[in-house]
């Protein structure tokens, strides 16, 4: 089973600042990585897939890179709506794993 | 619009049952393969199983596999999951998702609560 580690656990920004947040993968996934934000009480929403493609209606603050078995999720500028947490999923082999996810927290 | 509404979650004692359903609408559900991923309290994100469109093919996580069953009726584009055998740590809310590309989950339901105690 492939483990996503993702850090940091917590980031607490202020808005108007750059978010990175990583996810570290225990053997290659290729590009195979997605990208989740969720809120509290709601579903998860499709950020990124192929970890740098933009979903449906995602705005373009929010981008994605890497490769292999380091990824990055970057929020360029971080409006009020973006604190929540956010999830790293691959699909590259069963069972589909998910991160620990990322608590983005405002400063 | 795509809508995915779980039911069936609720108190259970230890080694009890439950059947949780995912009714769906705004799209073609025979169409898409179909899983369940679930959250327990203060963890991340766990995908429990799968299940192809037409039914035929599934696959299970370890966790599960054996005490889980996972179903669909196309006729009634809705989605159904089996649990037997509950245990304390099978407590969580549990998500269903719409498959999408191979693997990524596009649509998700907000879930609904297990909560597995005596």
């Known amino acids: 089973e492939i483990v996503l580690t993702q850090s940091p656990a917590t980031l607490s920004l202020s808005p108007g600042e750059r978010a990175t947040l990583s996810c570290r993968a225990s053997?290659?996934?290729?590009?195979?990585l997605a990208w989740y934000q969720q809120k509290p009480g709601q579903a998860p929403r499709l950020l990124i897939y192929?970890?740098?493609n933009r979903a449906t209606g995602i705005p373009a603050r929010f981008s994605g890179s890497g490769s292999g078995t380091d990824f990055t999720l970057t929020i360029s500028s971080l409006e009020p709506e973006d604190f929540a947490v956010y999830h790293c999923?691959?699909?590259?082999?069963?069972?589909?794993?998910f991160g620990q996810g990322t608590k983005l927290e405002i400063k | 619009e795509v809508q995915l509404l779980e039911s069936g979650g609720g108190l259970v004692q230890p080694g009890g049952s439950l059947r949780l359903s995912c009714a769906t609408s705004g799209f073609t559900f025979s169409n898409y393969a179909m899983s369940w991923v679930r959250q327990a309290p203060g963890k991340g994100l766990e995908w429990l199983s799968f299940i192809l469109g037409g039914g035929t093919g599934t696959n299970y996580a370890d966790s599960v596999k054996g005490r889980f069953t996972i179903s669909r009726d196309n006729s009634k584009n809705t989605l159904y999951l089996q649990m037997n055998s509950l245990r304390a740590e099978d407590t969580a809310v549990y998500h269903c998702a719409r498959g999408w590309n191979n693997g990524y989950f596009d649509y998700w339901g907000q879930g609904t609560l297990v909560t597995v105690s005596s």
């Open positions: 053997q290659s996934v290729s590009s195979y």
């Open positions: 999923q691959q699909r590259s082999n069963w069972p589909r794993t």
């Open positions: 192929d970890a740098s």
